[in-house]
């Protein structure tokens, strides 16, 4: 390929802030970038980060959001920052912000993607291939509402994309967009490209038969307060056969929540266990849901197989730009499967980050890994 064409990717896990920044510029600099999208530790100096990225990349289009891990060519870490840059000879890519997500009007979310996708085309010049990408404060509890409007303002622009996250303190997470973070927020970016893509959602779990329903819920804050007219933790942890002190992140991720809507399965991952005896989820919930209880089975496995179905439908890839759910990280976490699943990621060029939440085609999902396949690589990657 030629190298003025390439995708260029990076990861650091320098401590310092000024020194990741500096790390990953020196990864994915190229003569002409079209735009720089980066996933970094909220650990991290964020007014550090942003300063070195204005300073490194002045004069480039920079998206990027805090995470709940990172994954790029160092592999599948904590405390790290990752991302990549799109060469402006083979992309073409625009960006917008929305703020003040709690006043969130789904008319003006619909009229910035539409007018987003009239500026891309703009900017296409013949680049055929198209996806959209949002980042989206992973505490806002907006996720459903912004990515079913900004979907449909988009029409055929096919979107992902995730929830930014804060290494599970679930205290502020933070969006990056005209050289700032901003809290409450979320950013689209489009982009067109020669390179052949594939938009594409996995996950890895099976249904067991016992019944849940939400008999108390405060759908706003995504709080269920009863499950089978009983306290949620208690029933939760008497059902996946723990004690309610056992209920942790890596507890919720072994066993999370499945929602069936028209026949496909839909994650619907807890966040947390409130000292109220609720629980907190990390996507929509209301009364009368019905639920089951899933596991995880085979994620190794599954990770695999979606990558070669990619490489299968677009050739061989240059870039995955993965976005995947905390709870997956968790699961790979607790079964010590976290190296090995660095490998496999590495391997097939992806890039991203641990998420509180998943997008995918204006679905905002749990327990999935979302993402777009971009191909155009060598024929001996992967």
């Not at 190298?3 to 920044?21: E, K, L, P």
């Not at 100096?45 to 990172?70: K, P, Q, Y």
């Amino acid at each position: 390929m030629n190298d003025s064409f390439r995708i260029r990717t990076g990861q650091s896990c320098a401590t310092d802030a000024a020194a990741a920044v500096r790390e990953f510029h020196a990864a994915v600099s190229q003569p002409d970038i079209s735009l720089v999208v980066f996933f970094c530790s909220s650990s991290f100096d964020l007014d550090v980060v942003a300063a070195e990225m204005n300073r490194l990349f002045a004069g480039i289009a920079v998206v990027g959001c805090t995470s709940a891990g990172e994954i790029g060519p160092a592999g599948y870490r904590d405390h790290s920052l990752a991302g990549f840059s799109l060469p402006a000879g083979a992309c073409a890519a625009v960006t917008a912000r929305l703020d003040k997500l709690q006043e969130f009007d789904s008319a003006d979310g619909h009229t910035l993607a539409h007018d987003l996708a009239e500026r891309l085309e703009d900017a296409a010049h013949g680049l055929d291939h198209r996806f959209g990408f949002l980042l989206i404060d992973g505490l806002s509890v907006r996720e459903e509402a912004v990515a079913q409007t900004v979907q449909a303002g988009l029409g055929l622009i096919p979107m992902f994309g995730g929830s930014a996250g804060d290494d599970l303190h679930f205290a502020r997470t933070w969006i990056f967009h005209d050289g700032a973070f901003h809290g409450d927020a979320a950013v689209l970016a489009l982009v067109a490209t020669r390179f052949p893509l594939k938009i594409f959602k996995t996950q890895h779990f099976v249904c067991g038969e016992e019944r849940l329903v939400v008999t108390e819920a405060a759908p706003a804050t995504r709080t269920v307060y009863e499950i089978n007219g009983l306290p949620a933790v208690e029933e939760y942890a008497r059902l996946i056969g723990t004690h309610v002190e056992g209920l942790d992140p890596a507890a919720f991720a072994a066993a999370p929540v499945v929602v069936v809507i028209d026949g496909t399965d839909y994650v619907r991952s807890i966040q947390k266990a409130n000292p109220d005896g609720s629980l907190t989820f990390y996507s929509a919930i209301d009364e009368g849901l019905v639920l089951r209880i899933a596991r995880g089975v085979g994620l190794i496995g599954n990770l695999k197989q979606a990558f070669d179905g990619l490489r299968d439908e677009i050739g061989p890839l240059q870039l995955v730009i993965s976005c995947d759910c905390i709870l997956r990280n968790l699961e790979a976490t607790n079964n010590q499967l976290k190296s090995e699943i660095g490998d496999v990621f590495r391997a097939n060029h992806a890039v991203g980050f641990s998420t509180y939440g998943e997008q995918y085609q204006g679905v905002h999902v749990n327990q999935t890994l979302t993402g777009v396949a971009i191909g155009g690589g060598d024929s001996g990657n992967g």
